[in-house]
């Protein structure tokens, strides 16, 4: 099974570029920035990002912004650096985007959500438990995250990271309603398969570590038994013993690895297993009784 983790990033960058201007203003609300000189300067947390961002914008018209362009006619300049990636953008283009961008459909509010998550979100997938995270660089887009989930009926656990906001998403289910909303379908059914062999893998694990309880009550129980006959043996006391004891013990010692179950099955009048478990009992009793 491939890692989700790559199989999102892949499905992410090759998304059609639908209301690219809602899910730019979710990746410029997502990202740290710096200003300086007219110009607003972005690090992405990885060159993956940069190249979802340059097709977003390629897809946009660039006379609908009032911002002043670059000589070069990019207002996106991209460098990549240590596997990330560093953008410069004129204020003006960015007050644009963000100002512009209509959240009036749900279409719209999710793609901007899905720009969010781009710049400031990861996936999890430990041993055990899903992780979604949203770590933005300032509180308004985590209130609007929430407030856009919540519609959905899906609830965010905000807690402070090192002096920083982290919304956390642990349901496996409600991760995939959010992988759907945002289109990547692909990754919402990779996650699902990866829940559905957890799941069997556990119930396995489970009852291969129930069976391997029940051998070792059953190998102990026999043992003490065992020493309990040969106490029986080694002090000459059958005569104590009731007809019924007796023969019980004599099985035990023909048949060490039985279970009592077997073992009341075993004798000339079968017996339940809570029977044998009383007659153990009595014998130790005896025993007990004798000072054996």
């Known amino acids: 099974m491939p890692e989700i983790k790559n199989v999102i990033w892949d499905e992410f960058i090759g998304l059609p570029t639908k209301a690219p201007r809602a899910e730019l203003s979710g990746f410029l609300e997502a990202l740290p920035k710096s200003g300086g000189q007219g110009t607003a300067s972005f690090a992405c947390p990885s060159p993956v990002v940069g190249r979802r961002l340059l097709k977003l914008w390629n897809s946009l018209n660039e006379r609908s912004f009032s911002g002043k362009i670059t000589a070069r006619g990019r207002p996106i300049e991209l460098n ?16 644009d985007i963000v100002a512009g961008a209509a959240h009036e459909s749900g279409s719209e ?56 906001a982290e919304y ?25 398969e990866t829940a ?14 129930c069976d391997s309880a029940n051998i070792s009550k059953t190998v102990d129980a026999a043992a003490a038994q065992l020493a309990m006959v040969d106490t029986v043996d080694s002090c000459g006391l059958w005569d104590h013993l009731t007809p019924a004891m007796a023969e019980l013990a004599y099985m035990r010692r023909l048949n060490p690895g039985a279970s009592l179950a077997e073992l009341g099955q075993m004798l000339s009048k079968p017996v339940s297993k809570s029977t044998v478990e009383y007659r153990w009992r009595k014998l130790k009793t005896l025993l007990a009784a004798l000072g054996r």
């Open 109 to 164: 509010r999710w793609a901007w959500f899905r720009g969010l998550w781009g710049g400031c979100g990861a996936l999890y997938l430990p041993q055990s438990g899903y992780y979604m995270t949203l770590r933005p660089h300032g509180e308004a887009p985590g209130r609007k995250a929430t407030a856009l989930l919540s519609a959905e009926g899906i609830a965010l656990r905000k807690r402070v990271v090192r002096g920083r």
């Open 80 to 95: 990549r650096k240590l596997g990330r990636a560093f953008f410069v953008l004129p204020e003006g283009i960015l007050r």
């Open 196 to 209: 559905i062999v957890r799941s069997i893998k556990n119930r396995v694990n489970k009852v291969i570590n």
């Open 168 to 192: 956390m998403l642990r349901d496996q289910e409600r991760i995939v309603t959010c992988l759907l909303r945002m289109g990547l379908v692909k990754s919402s059914l990779l996650l699902e």
